[in-house]
């Protein structure tokens, strides 16, 4: 086992001036002396102690994730959005020696529960309501980094990190819009008002064609309230009369093109169908979905370097809207009396 006496010893310094080095207190040591010290490091092997460097730095080398899933029917960890984005957030925090603790479905007592047993540096929050989000800034002095919040909250010690849902539904009914579609539904996973973005931009794009959407062509499948397949169940006499359909996630509309396909509607042939998100399996599914892209990685480099910033002590923007962009692949097409 490499010890840092032999880290010393190796590049002639004192056992104090490899410690300053590994406990990142580098402006005492020459850029040099520095650079020696960490290619002995990386030729030797040598592993640290976290917990050792913990007691020193004060620092834990820990950022949680706190995951909502916001019901007993939903299994965050099985949606593949959110294991792209624990993927990206992993590998960015790890660049930076930092590492997670995924805290998922839990009370706010529980995630300030955890944050003080762990000792966090910072906490990620995913998929949260605005009131926990506050409960729980107000509680946890450390950096907060929101992702996909769904609303603005101006506070000094939070970085909300979004993306432009209402231009993603925008985008989507253009596109409708230019291949005919008229009659046509969103079918969405929310009724809370804070959360209609994408279904705002879409029926915008009407609008301002003087094509007028209303609630009766806006579906909820809430999945917090009901599982998915009896909420298709339930919506599906009507949707199946439209020419397009605008799904508020990729998952979604996956599992509707399925469905569509078992009572022998064809997509998109009969029906039209897109989603949003770009995950994997849209470019892999059968018609490939067409559907509105946000970049997940750049959502999670966001989200890091934000936090390391505010650990810092450096300036950051409050408020980070990222772009979407339409991805046309082959669920779509033109409308045919």
């Not at 005492?28 to 007691?55: C, P, W």
């Not at 099985?78 to 009370?107: H, M, N, T």
């Amino acid at each position: 086992m490499v010890r840092i006496k032999d880290i010393a010893e190796k590049c002639g310094v004192s056992t104090a001036t490899v410690s300053y080095v590994i406990h990142g207190r580098q402006g005492k040591v020459s850029k040099e002396v520095r650079e020696r010290i960490e290619t002995a490091i990386a030729e030797s092997g040598y592993i640290s102690n976290q917990s050792a460097l913990s007691l020193v730095s004060k620092s834990s080398g820990l950022i949680g994730i706190a995951v909502m899933n916001h019901g007993e029917n939903k299994n965050i960890m099985a949606d593949p959005y959110f294991g792209v984005l624990f993927s990206y957030l992993e590998k960015e925090f790890r660049k930076k020696d930092k590492y997670i603790l995924v805290i998922l479905d839990q009370s706010v007592d529980v995630i300030i529960r955890d944050a003080r047993r762990w000792n966090l540096d910072g906490l990620i929050l995913c998929n949260q309501m605005k009131d926990m989000m506050i409960e729980i800034s107000s509680q946890f002095l450390n950096p907060i980094v929101t992702i996909d919040a769904s609303y603005v909250y101006e506070y000094d010690k939070l970085v909300q990190i979004f993306i432009d849902d209402f231009n993603g539904g925008y985008l989507m009914g253009q596109y409708f819009l230019s291949l005919g579609h008229k009659n046509v539904a969103m079918v969405d996973d929310s009724d809370l008002e804070v959360n209609r973005h994408r279904w705002r931009g879409f029926r915008q794009a009407y609008m301002e064609r003087g094509v007028v959407l209303g609630e009766d062509c806006h579906y909820i499948i809430d999945i917090n309230k009901e599982k998915f397949r009896d909420g298709l169940d339930r919506i599906f006499p009507n949707i199946k009369n439209y020419s397009a359909i605008f799904c508020v996630s990729d998952n979604y509309a996956l599992q509707i093109i399925n469905h569509l396909s078992q009572n022998g509607i064809r997509v998109p042939e009969d029906i039209s169908v897109s989603g949003y998100d770009d995950i994997a399996y849209s470019r892999f599914s059968i018609p490939e979905l067409t559907t509105i892209r946000q970049n997940v990685e750049e959502k999670a480099v966001t989200a890091v370097n934000s936090m390391m910033r505010m650990i810092a002590g450096k300036s950051v923007k409050h408020n980070v809207k990222l772009p979407v962009e339409l991805v046309v692949r082959k669920s779509c097409r033109e409308y045919c009396k």
